[in-house]
T-cell receptor, first 116, second 110 residues
Framework: ETGVTQTPRHLVMGMTNKKSLKCEQH?????MYWYKQSAKKPLELMFV???????ENNSVPSRFSPECPNSSHLFLHLHTLQPEDSALYLC???????????????FGPGTRLTVL | GQSLEQPSEVTAVEGAIVQINCTYQ??????LSWYQQHDGGAPTFLSY????GLEETGRFSSFLSRSDSYGYLLLQELQMKDSASYFC???????????FGQGTELSVKP
């Protein structure tokens, strides 16, 4: 496996279900991100983990719960979601350095989530 | 506040040149980036401008003017496979997050 992988690629769930999205990066990066992408909207940053510590939580509802057990893996736990949470959820990773960064993030293919 | 503006749609023909503009308003500025996303795919990094001027990578070039808070992506010798959404993104401080524009959907016609 290379790059950033995400599973599952597609997920349909009811509002009372609990599910988890998984992301794995094989690039040796030290930062990982969750983004939400809805139709006709910009990418919305949800969470940032740097060196396995959460450094950004963009006012995301508590029904989304991230977990970063190590620098290569990132999870997004979902429970009691709403239909408006249906979107493409993208994971990304980058190598953050104290010097100049080129803003390059590597994205996974995303999980297309539908909440019924 | 922080915001980026780019056109929502651009249409061009194969072989042509197209320019996608991006203006930004941020509290700080640590570079302008461009990403490409094909329908149903992952965004992929295209270019980065940290300083004023033009950066060229093959058929794609990106320009930045920090005094004008403006940049653009230039695509030359357009091909059908260039049909995609293009996002500009800025980092508002050295350790901060990337802020993305809403994307420009480019359609390349035969």
């Amino acid at each position: 496996e290379t790059g950033v992988t995400q599973t599952p690629r597609h997920l349909v769930m009811g509002m009372t279900n609990k599910k988890s999205l998984k992301c794995e990066q094989h690039l040796g990066h030290n930062a990982m991100y969750w983004y939400k992408q809805s139709a006709k909207k910009p990418l919305e940053l949800m969470f940032v983990y740097s060196l396995e510590e959460r450094v950004e939580n963009n006012s995301v509802p508590s029904r989304f719960s991230p977990e970063c057990p190590n620098s290569s893996h990132l999870f997004l736990h979902l429970h009691t979601l709403q239909p408006e949470d249906s979107a493409l959820y993208l994971c990304a990773s980058s190598q953050e350095t104290s010097g100049r960064a080129n803003n390059e993030q590597f994205f996974g293919p995303g999980t297309r989530l539908t909440v019924l | 506040g922080q915001s980026l503006e780019q056109p929502s749609e651009v249409t061009a023909v194969e072989g042509a040149i197209v320019q996608i503009n991006c203006t930004y308003q941020t509290s700080g500025f640590y570079g302008l980036s461009w990403y490409q996303q094909h329908d149903g795919g992952a965004p992929t990094f295209l270019s980065y401008n940290g300083l004023d001027g033009l950066e060229e990578t093959g058929r794609f070039s990106s320009f930045l003017s920090r005094s004008d808070s403006y940049g653009y992506l230039l695509l030359q010798e357009l091909q059908m496979k260039d049909s995609a959404s293009y996002f500009c993104a800025v980092r508002d401080n050295q350790g901060g997050k990337l802020i993305f524009g809403q994307g420009t959907e480019l359609s390349v016609k035969p």
